[in-house]
């Protein structure tokens, strides 16, 4: 028997044809990382091992390759789930069928950001890293406090270099 917040998770949609992009599989092959995407067999692994999966309803990994497989375009990189991908490859260590789980979803943030879509989280650590070149702003009074410890001073970084990797990356355009 299953339990009420069991049943709670997402109701399944109803994918129209109209939404397949038959080209989108064999499109991502193509890029480095996502080659064995169609090799897939959805034995599970990938999620059943997923530190993320773990502690979430929603983010399946092997869903968002079944959706590539389908040719979903529209939906799998609209999908918040793709950002949620921790980079650990513990998917990919473990796949009998040696697909670069973590690898595809990098192919599938990228694509999203050659759209020039990037959730604001990471716009602001984007922000933050070419401001001041850590990805977070560190208040005043740490560094007040680091003096107090006797501690050095945190290391200062290019912000010229960054403005021109930023420039030649295309990053600045996008933010």
Not at 2 to 29: G, H
Not at 33 to 44: D, R, S
Not at 102 to 128: D, K, T
């Amino acid at each position: 028997m299953y339990t009420k917040t069991q049943l709670k998770q997402e109701k399944p949609s109803v994918n129209r044809i109209t939404e397949v992009c038959a080209r989108f599989a064999d499109e991502i092959t193509k890029i480095p990382g996502a080659e064995k995407t169609m090799v897939c067999f959805q034995c599970g692994t990938c999620t059943g091992d997923c530190p993320i999966a773990r502690f979430s309803n929603s983010y399946r990994p092997r869903q968002i390759i079944r959706m590539v497989q389908l040719g979903l375009k529209s939906k799998v990189l609209s999908s918040p789930r793709i950002w949620l991908c921790a980079g650990c490859y513990t998917c990919t260590d473990r796949c009998p069928q040696d697909i670069e789980v973590a690898s595809v979803l990098r192919v599938l943030r990228n694509l999203v950001v050659q759209e020039g879509f990037i959730p604001s989280v990471y716009r602001e650590l984007a922000s933050n890293v070419l401001d001041t070149g850590y990805a977070y702003m560190i208040p005043e009074m740490r560094l007040k406090k680091r003096e107090e410890e006797g501690l050095p001073s945190l290391p200062k970084a290019n912000l010229e270099n960054l403005a021109k990797l930023f420039d030649l990356t295309g990053l600045s355009k996008i933010l």
